[in-house]
């Protein structure tokens, strides 16, 4: 048995994760990816009984829509952590293929590296199928999930993962589980989070602060459009949330905002509030 390893980022969800463990959950401190991995690769020897060194991640893989001025701090931790950024144009602020792109990264990595583990970052039921077609190839599938205690009540925007994808996965540890062994004075390896003084969203039940972000979608005479935050992130825009005696925003404006960053129920994009121009 061994114990190869390859994580997948569907790299909107793992940003609204990102925030929660920031902003809503005990820790209060991000992810950081390379003790991520490490804590995967824990999960994997103490699953397995494999000698740590058995457990290599052989591939990290983050895909994502892409704006034209991204944060190069990302990209720089990204580099650091050995994740391969996969960069996909978005269409009126909305992204496209992301899913399609992914899913064939994981297949490509797990069959010809070739993988023994696929970690699958994201809550996409869209990825039930890849898993299922995994798992029938004997590749052992992970999808954390977010532990959601009953009290206190969690915001609404915790991140969630669909229920099919829960179904076709081989084991959905939560994160926590994943988190609680780095906690260990004798653990060996790289912590799981690093603090950050970067600026929240200022949403019911998150800290105060405001998100930054750019036009990327706004025709002449519709009432709404597309913001692409700092992050890669899209929302959605309504003329109603723009400054008094502006009635759309040209493509290309900075602007601020607030909100949360889960969608209400049927909608694909979460809404920007309280938009102010930069």
């Known amino acids: 048995m061994k114990g190869r390893i390859g ?69 720089a931790v990204l580099a650091s952590a050995g994740v391969v950024r996969h960069d996909l144009p978005l ?26 583990w696929v970690v699958l970052v994201t809550g996409d039921a869209d990825f039930a199928p890849l898993a299922s077609r995994l798992t029938a190839r004997g590749v052992r599938v992970l999808v954390p999930v977010v532990d959601v205690p009953s009290t206190p009540v969690p ?33 060996p390896l790289r912590r799981p989070f690093v603090r950050s003084a970067e600026v929240v969203a200022s949403a019911p039940g998150s800290p105060r602060g405001r998100r930054r972000g750019t036009v990327t979608g706004w025709r002449s005479g519709q009432p709404h459009g597309f913001i692409t935050d700092s992050r890669g992130a899209s929302w959605f825009t309504s003329r109603d949330d723009l400054p008094e005696g502006h ?26 509030h309280a938009i102010r121009t930069e």
């Open 155 to 187: 915001p609404a925007w915790t991140p969630r993962t669909a229920a099919p994808l829960r179904a076709a996965a081989t084991a959905t540890p939560g994160f926590d589980a994943l988190f609680a062994p780095t906690d260990r004075p004798d653990y």
């Open 247 to 272: 009635t759309m925003l040209p493509t290309g404006t900075p602007v601020s905002f607030t909100g949360s960053p889960t969608p209400t129920p049927g909608r694909k994009y979460p809404r920007a």
């Open 7 to 75: 994580v997948f980022y569907d790299g909107t969800w793992f940003a609204y994760l990102s925030d929660f463990y920031a902003t809503a959950h005990p820790r209060a401190a991000r992810i950081a990816l390379d003790g991520f991995h490490d804590a995967l690769r824990w999960h994997v020897h103490t699953t397995t009984g494999l000698p740590l060194e058995a457990c290599p991640v052989l591939a990290a893989h983050y895909v994502r829509g892409r704006i034209e001025t991204p944060a190069a701090s990302f990209d």
């Open 91 to 116: 269409h009126g602020g909305k992204e496209k293929g992301v899913d399609v792109h992914l899913a064939l990264e994981v297949w490509e990595s797990a069959t010809t590296l070739p993988l023994e």
